[in-house]
């Protein structure tokens, strides 16, 4: 199983990004998926969670009412729209995929690639 993601980039504070993550097979038999970031010097966290099948999702309090999690079931995808963004928001974002509900990093089956987001003031 493989995940890529990709949308990373350079934007200035109150910007928006969207990231995608593809799966190279059906890692979405999974029944989570979600993003997570790790910032230089941090642990890494997660950003948000969704429920494969039903599509509940779950957010970091950082991050609530400014980003958004989303899934294409036809297309095998997941998105993160990531609107209002901060300097505090600069990090490494990977996608996951999991069983366990909610994600954390302890319980991801499978990491996809990093994606540098940076957030400039």
């Known amino acids: 199983v493989q995940l890529q993601a990709s949308g990373g980039g350079l934007v200035q504070a109150g910007g928006s990004l969207r990231l995608s993550c593809a799966a190279s097979?059906?890692?979405?038999?999974?029944?989570?998926m979600g993003w997570f970031r790790q910032a230089p010097g941090k642990e890494r966290q997660l950003v948000a969670g969704?429920?494969?099948?039903?599509?509940?999702?779950y957010y970091a309090d950082s991050v609530k009412g400014r980003f958004s999690i989303s899934r294409d079931i036809a297309k095998n995808t997941m998105s993160l729209q990531m609107n209002s963004l901060k300097p505090e928001d600069t990090a490494v974002y990977y996608c996951a995929a999991g069983q366990k509900s909610p994600l954390r990093v302890s319980n991801v089956d499978y990491w996809g690639q990093g994606t540098q987001v940076t957030v400039s003031s």
């Open positions: 969704i429920i494969w099948r039903s599509g509940g999702s």
């Open positions: 097979e059906r890692a979405f038999s999974t029944s989570n």
